[in-house]
């Protein structure tokens, strides 16, 4: 629904929201300049001089970088602050450092010349690996090779900002971005990164907005250009015209404004006024967010995406590790319920070990990994379980596909309780299990997992692009994905009435539950569970409150009837905008 | 000079903490070292070169070593790789 205004000299981008707010000011163009690294032959009576200014540019790289390392540690916490480690480590090799100085000796070439030379044959292998790893290592080789050029030169790296700006660059680094962070910065414009990036990471711990993945936007913007980025939506304004410009500033306004009247709502139930009873919980990737999940007052977690805990990570943390974790998640929301769902990964997620696979999102990932590698999958298995024995946890699994993968999870979680009973260890002998719905195939089979299972999510990111065979991340057909396709409406009716019948629990823990444009169409259909971001969860709530069931049941037998999204979404905005003309519209796209 | 095949055992692989471990334990002694891994060869003494060999779990390589203590830094280095880097 983005009915904001346009005019031709104002450039709208898309890209992918990475920290919510909105920011609104001049661009600072934020270059990550390769120093020029020029070669010239030395005189034997320069050398020792050369000598001396590299070991001037190691000790004050090594400065720099120990205090970027302390701050981070102090920001955000000693596992964050590690990105740091691998630069200070190389900083110490000797064997490295004795190559260059020797070289310099006997070459007889400049100092920035051989650093460059040098590192540089490291930097190329590591940069084409095939572990991912190594690959994100070799961005902190190069880090640190431009680190010591620049300290050879003598140049100050410009991190000290005169005016609040937003920053724009083709990537930051995680140093960078910490940096950036001492200054007024009013949000975060990248070409390159995910969601999984450490910009968005650092951005969202900082809570500064963020959009990344704008291509060519450096290209587009001038020093002090005005821009706009909503990163609730990803979109990004360059040059936005006076109405645009008001229109965000009122958007900004009234999400500030709504926000602080929804604080209100914190304690109420999410309950229609004819007393259908909804559980209106959240989606939780950090324990960070914990705090402000328990501020906008859900009734639990909905959906942990325990796949966040392997960012930055070499390895699968250990089973330990994990039931820390999740007993720390367990503990601070109880007596709410918290679902945890294991690893998802593939797809387009992070994996500890990569393999390549030409369609990803039609391969290796969700549960098919964990059940090919089941010592990850026990290790997780356990742990939750660990986590459970105060009976405030659930167990989820994504990406079935046929009843056969839930069965063998099952299995699996059961081969664990074993291990638990053996070592003593208290646990929930009655863990509630559930399923993702969110492939096709499972939703044309929920009956049948419903037999088997205490409860469905249904997953509408995936379900979407896979029943309508779009990939969003594909700019060509993304304006195909959508949300209110009367295929896609249909389909959740038919998930919600079958899941019910066989007296399970059916939820939403995609998207679209987060969308107040759907709120009441999925009230209508019967959902039981929304899982939304902590952000939405007062909006949703406040729906939710307003809206009798009956009213909703009927918006959603009429839109069954409707053969267009645009008919759709025309009849379903007509009638929020009728019940609520104070919530902010023109949310995301 | 003396040389043996190892397997990389710990889940992390060569990575930047066992990385260090190996190059700190390299370090005391005289020896030179060498580790070799499809063919291609680093010095064991450096964390950028160990770093560069992305060697994971199941990972092939020969160790080499050459010095007064040769024997001494074999039997070391070879027991932290069976060991697994001491990584739970």
């Not at chain 1, 994100?136 to 991190?159: F, G, H, M, T």
Request: hydrophobic share 40%.
């Amino acid at each position: 629904m983005s009915d904001q205004p346009r005019q031709a000299n104002e450039i709208l981008l898309k890209g992918i929201p990475a920290a919510p707010g909105i920011a609104i000011g001049p661009s600072l163009i934020f270059h990550k300049t390769l120093p020029i690294v020029e070669e010239r032959l030395l005189q034997p009576s320069e050398v020792e001089a050369e000598l001396d200014r590299l070991r001037q540019a190691v000790a004050r790289s090594k400065k720099e970088l120990q205090k970027i390392f302390r701050f981070a540690e102090e920001k955000l916490g000693d596992e964050e602050g590690k990105i740091f480690e691998a630069q200070l480590l190389i900083l110490e090799d000797s064997v490295l450092f004795d190559t260059i100085f020797l070289r310099i000796r006997t070459e007889l070439r400049n100092a920035g010349y051989i650093v460059y030379d040098e590192i540089e044959k490291y930097h190329r292998l590591m940069a084409s690996s095939r572990d991912e790893y190594t690959r994100e290592r070799a961005l902190d080789v190069e880090d640190l090779r431009n680190r010591i050029l620049r300290n050879l030169q003598e140049e100050k790296l410009v991190s000290k900002l005169q005016t609040s700006a937003i920053v724009v660059s083709h990537v930051l680094a995680a140093a960078d971005t910490l940096i950036l962070s001492r200054n007024d910065i009013l949000g975060y414009l990248t070409e390159v990164g995910g969601v999984t990036s450490h910009t968005a990471l650092l951005a969202r711990a900082l809570k500064i907005p963020a959009v990344v993945g704008v291509r060519h936007v450096v290209s587009m913007v001038k020093e002090g250009t005005p821009v706009i980025i909503d990163g609730y939506g990803g979109n990004v304004i360059i040059h936005p015209s006076e109405e645009t410009l008001r229109f965000y500033q009122e958007k900004k306004r009234k999400h500030k404004e709504f926000e602080d009247r929804l604080a209100d709502l914190r304690d109420l139930p999410a309950e229609t006024p004819d007393g259908r009873q909804i559980e209106l919980v959240a989606n939780v990737e950090l324990v960070e967010e914990l705090e402000f999940v328990h501020v906008q007052g859900a009734d639990g977690i909905g959906l942990y995406r325990s796949e966040t805990l392997l960012l930055g990570k070499e390895v699968f943390p250990t089973e330990d590790e994990q039931a820390d974790h999740y007993a720390l998640l367990a503990d601070s929301m109880f007596p709410k319920m918290i679902v945890i769902r294991t690893f998802d990964i593939g797809g387009d997620k992070m994996m500890a070990h990569p393999v390549r696979e030409s369609n990803p999102f039609l391969g290796w990932r969700g549960i098919r990994v964990m059940l090919d590698k089941t010592n990850v999958f026990m290790d997780q298995l356990r742990a939750i379980l660990r986590a459970s024995s105060r009976k405030n946890v659930k167990i989820m699994f994504p990406m079935v596909s046929n009843i056969k993968e839930l069965r063998e999870a099952r299995r699996y979680l059961e081969e664990a309780k074993r291990d638990l009973v053996e070592a003593n260890i208290p646990f929930d002998e009655k863990i509630k299990v559930g399923v993702m719905i969110e492939v096709p195939a499972a939703a044309v089979i929920t009956e049948d997992l419903a037999k088997e299972v205490d409860f469905l999510s249904i997953g509408t990111n995936d379900l979407i692009q896979y029943l309508l065979a779009v990939d969003r991340s594909n700019d060509i057909v993304s304006s195909l994905y959508q949300e209110f396709h009367p295929a896609v409406v249909r389909f959740l009716r038919r998930i919600i009435e079958r899941g019910k019948k066989e007296g399970v629990t059916v939820g939403m823990c995609g998207e679209m539950a987060g969308d107040p444009l759907a709120t009441v169409l999925l009230l209508g259909l019967g959902l039981d569970e929304f899982s939304v971001v902590p952000m939405m969860l007062p909006e949703i709530k406040k729906i939710i409150r307003s809206t009798k069931y009956r009213d909703a049941r009927r918006v959603a037998k009429h839109v069954l009837s409707l053969q267009t999204e645009d008919e759709v979404k025309s009849y379903l905005l007509a009638w929020m905008k009728k019940r609520f003309p104070d919530i902010p519209q023109g949310e995301g796209s | 000079m003396i040389e043996r095949e190892v397997t990389i055992k710990n889940r992390a692989g060569l990575h930047t903490r066992p990385a260090a471990t190996l190059v700190k334990l390299a370090a005391q002694f005289k020896s030179d070292f060498f580790i070799n891994k499809d063919g291609f060869e680093i010095n064991g003494k450096s964390i950028i070169g160990v770093m560069t060999l992305a060697a994971e779990q199941g990972a092939e390589m020969i160790l080499r070593f050459s010095g007064e203590d040769e024997n001494d830094a074999m039997a070391a280095v070879v027991e932290l790789f069976e060991r697994g880097f001491d990584e739970q």
